[in-house]
């Protein structure tokens, strides 16, 4: 978004940056978006739906499915912004109306800031690289810290996590993909964190000594074992979601000490719990799903 320091006459300039990257962005998106829909009316229509149907918007709205179509680039943070709607009404009937959200997957993790029950919206977001988009949406900020993120070494030898990341496909090494590098699902398996024959429900099974040949080559390099690896990569990205907490909470004047922490996402309740330890947080929330 706009910086307070720009002057009044680099201000329009900006905002003219914003409509032209926004419109680009938007027109990227509507090939994908347009398949997307198209394939899945005709999918529902075979089912026997006959009535329009909605998407989720970025702000927390709905629109029709043929208008996002048109205008991807209103949805482009709709996923995180439903689970920030799922945690205002959870957290209201748990008596925790203030909280802080982490949401992680397997890309990235997006924080956000509940109050009184409450979202804080905005109309300015990043898409990637800092590149702006002027649309409104739930006051949501983004990270590279997924279960995918891969851990790796930087040229003055520190080991760093994210933001690229392994993604569904090949995935952790430990999917058995052949993705070879070590990410932070590898370093939570490799702990005993995750039950490799209970992943997704007992859908998928994770294999252990994938995981630990993925760790053992940045191990060398790093000149510790592949424990003392995994539990690095661990901590590394807990403060990484913890610092992006920060910025949504003490940046803007409100003490992440008086907000519970609501876990939620494929990784989000695994690492909720040292986040909430590490920013001093007295309570977490975290959603029980049925089955």
């Given at each position: 978004?706009?910086?307070?320091?720009?002057?009044?006459?680099?201000?329009?300039?900006?905002?003219?940056?914003?409509?032209?990257?926004?419109?680009?962005?938007?027109?990227?998106?509507?090939?994908?978006?347009?398949?997307?829909?198209g394939?899945?009316?005709?999918?529902?229509?075979?089912?026997?739906?006959?009535?329009?149907?909605?998407?989720?918007?970025?702000?927390?709205?709905?629109?029709?499915?043929?208008?996002?179509a048109?205008?991807?680039?209103q949805?482009a943070?709709?996923?995180?912004?439903?689970?920030?709607?799922?945690?205002?009404?959870?957290?209201?009937?748990?008596?925790?109306?203030n909280?802080?959200?982490?949401?992680?997957?397997?890309?990235?993790?997006?924080?956000?800031?509940?109050?009184?029950?409450?979202?804080?919206?905005?109309?300015e977001?990043?898409?990637e690289?800092?590149?702006?988009?002027?649309?409104?949406?739930?006051?949501?900020k983004?990270?590279?810290?997924?279960?995918?993120s891969?851990?790796?070494?930087?040229a003055?030898?520190?080991?760093?996590?994210?933001?690229?990341?392994?993604?569904?496909?090949?995935?952790?090494?430990?999917?058995?993909?052949g993705?070879?590098?070590p990410?932070?699902?590898?370093?939570?398996?490799?702990?005993?964190r995750?039950d490799?024959?209970?992943?997704?429900?007992?859908?998928?099974?994770?294999?252990?000594?994938?995981?630990?040949?993925?760790?053992?080559?940045?191990?060398?390099?790093?000149?510790?074992?592949?424990?003392?690896?995994?539990?690095?990569?661990?901590?590394?990205?807990?403060?990484?979601?913890?610092?992006?907490?920060?910025?949504?909470?003490?940046?803007?004047?409100?003490?992440?000490?008086?907000?519970?922490?609501?876990?939620?996402g494929g990784?989000?309740?695994?690492?909720a719990?040292?986040?909430?330890?590490?920013?001093?947080?007295?309570?977490?929330?975290?959603?029980?799903?049925?089955?």
């Amino acid at each position: 978004g706009l910086p307070i320091s720009v002057s009044h006459e680099v201000a329009p300039i900006w905002r003219e940056y914003e409509r032209t990257s926004t419109t680009i962005a938007d027109a990227y998106l509507k090939p994908l978006m347009e398949r997307y829909v198209g394939s899945l009316s005709a999918t529902l229509t075979e089912a026997g739906l006959t009535t329009p149907w909605t998407i989720m918007k970025s702000n927390g709205g709905a629109m029709l499915a043929s208008g996002a179509a048109l205008h991807p680039i209103q949805t482009a943070q709709s996923g995180p912004a439903g689970g920030m709607l799922v945690a205002a009404a959870l957290g209201a009937q748990a008596g925790m109306p203030n909280l802080l959200t982490l949401d992680m997957g397997g890309t990235s993790a997006d924080v956000g800031i509940i109050i009184g029950a409450a979202q804080r919206h905005t109309t300015e977001y990043e898409i990637e690289w800092g590149v702006p988009a002027a649309i409104p949406l739930i006051d949501i900020k983004s990270i590279g810290a997924g279960g995918g993120s891969i851990a790796w070494i930087d040229a003055g030898g520190f080991l760093r996590v994210g933001p690229e990341s392994a993604r569904a496909v090949p995935g952790p090494a430990c999917y058995g993909l052949g993705g070879a590098r070590p990410t932070v699902t590898d370093a939570n398996l490799l702990l005993g964190r995750l039950d490799p024959d209970y992943f997704l429900g007992g859908r998928m099974r994770l294999d252990p000594s994938l995981a630990e040949a993925a760790l053992q080559d940045l191990a060398g390099q790093a000149g510790m074992s592949t424990v003392d690896l995994a539990s690095s990569i661990i901590e590394i990205a807990n403060e990484n979601m913890a610092s992006a907490i920060k910025m949504v909470s003490l940046e803007r004047g409100h003490d992440p000490r008086r907000f519970a922490l609501f876990g939620f996402g494929g990784a989000g309740p695994l690492h909720a719990a040292a986040v909430a330890r590490s920013l001093r947080m007295p309570r977490v929330l975290i959603p029980m799903y049925p089955g």
